[in-house]
């Protein structure tokens, strides 16, 4: 495949394309080897680390910069740059020694503090002639063998994503779908050098001097792959359906673009209809109170608007006993139980203190915590009960807080994931046979994990393609219906698991597989093949799973 369609004089430079990449990425921390002059690094603006034992910058640098006059190699065995730049690398630029055993450590110890969606570009990866290509330099211009690292990443990893791109004057090559937990160069790095290192005259191949197989600079840069990338630091977002993504978003963008569009028009309606049916707006702002009696009136007042008229056990999570507190809502509403949790207890004691207090109307949560709110709110979920309310503290910062009605959506059906890895080829018409039941069919991941707790909460009855966030099982409580659609050589422990736990009826429906049983090149090919719903001979279990009476 070849994507190189501009004429050489409208190519980009590598610093044109380094440019365009930290505008579209927009990544939050940089790392550069091989500093020089400091004209690549200074393309960046966030926290970033240079390192080079020979630099002098002559570019002003601005912001968060930390540069390190030693060798790469030197500098990643005593040092972890994820401490000066407060996460893992985003963006990555190789370009220190141009000899190929140098670079292919570079990776290797860069990759070990990347995450799956940053993105490694090596410069001088595509030499136009075999002298600028020596180990040797004995020219102006000069790449080294550097370009046979990219050979050694698709061999080795086939796992990576390599793209040559059509850089003047040399190339550059873009590495994408790291995984820091990888030894794969390190265990075979003497048998690589034993293949790829070669006395001077280098035998470039032939589809590397005629850049064969390059992309056009801005044709890779307009597709929407970095964006994908950007939100690759979101904790629910997992590697292999990110590598499944990269690979959409690079080869089929109209798809990629249709689908992100469609998913995120079905996220907004299926949050307006539960808003507009079973949750209540989200906020019922309560406005800080002077006294005790003040504070508790206003609780009681923002929970009676959300739709809970006469709680009847509540529970006060707070740092430390609220006794003025729990009175003054003891005397406004005779009879109720006022729990009080100390949250500056360890967390599994916080959860006993709740769960022994029974089921609760609400759960007011009167910590100034905001930065874990979300978190907060996952825990507290299953000790409210249906149609009870969360109390949290303000969203927005202020000093009331949110009060939510817990959503009882009854039959959530999740979509397929519609990518090659554990796809449903016909999931959209599955996906039909859900909703013609009165399922809500959702994409998980379209939420934040509370709210998809939130969602999977009180449903009796769930339905779903495995390898489509169905996990959320987990948070189904109440006694609920599961039906898993799987290929037939997916290996259900986990939902078998959870539904022991939470006493869920698990039915699995098994498909025909793109890779059957006993084929296939390891487990990975098999748990994760591609597969087909097929109506003949699965339609009518599905039918009659679906629309048997749930148990009461
Ligand atoms: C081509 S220049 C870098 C240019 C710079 N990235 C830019 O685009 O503006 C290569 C640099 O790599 C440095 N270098 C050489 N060996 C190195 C090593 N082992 N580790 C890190 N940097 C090295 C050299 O000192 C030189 O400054």
Known sequence: MSHSAAPTDERLSRHEFLTLLHERLRPRTYLEVGVSTGRSLALSSVPRVGVDPAYRIETELEGDVTLARTTSDEYFATTDPKDRLGGPVELAFIDGMHVFEY?????????????????????????????????DRHTLAWTGDVFWVAEVLRRYRPDLTVLPVDTVPTGVVVVLGADPSSTVLQDHYQEILDQYVHDDPQPVPDAILRRQDAWDARTLIRRPVWGLLHRGDRPWRRRERGLAEIQEALHQPDDYRRRRRAAREKAQHVVRNVRAGRV????????????PADTAQSLLAATTQAGLEAPRRIALLARGRR????????????????VQVDAR?????????????????????????????AARARELLPHVRKGGVLVLPDAAGGDGVDVRTIPTLARVGVHGTHLWLRACHNAAEVESFFAERGFEVLFPEDYPIAEQAQLFRFARDVAGFGGSAMFNVAFATEPARVCLISAETYSPQNEAMIAAANGHRLTMVWCHADVPHGSGTGVDSRMH??????????????????????PA
């Open 103 to 135: 670079a292919l450590r570079d990776f290797v110890n860069v990759e070990k503090h990347c995450r799956w969606s940053s993105v490694v570009v090596f410069d001088d990866m595509l030499p136009r002639n075999v002298d600028e290509a020596a180990r």
């Open 280 to 291: 209540r707006p989200g906020t019922t702002p309560v406005a800080p109170a002077e006294t």
């Open 323 to 338: 006794p003025a507190l729990a009175r003054e809502i003891r005397a406004l509403r005779p009879g109720i139980k006022v």
């Open 345 to 373: 207890a360890r967390a599994a004691d916080v959860r006993l203190a709740l769960a022994s207090a029974g089921r609760l109307d609400a759960v007011v949560d009167l910590t100034p915590d905001r930065d874990g709110r």
């Open 529 to 550: 093949t591609p597969f087909t719903f097929d109506f003949d001979r699965e339609g009518a279990f599905l039918k009659r799973v679906l629309d048997e009476p749930l």
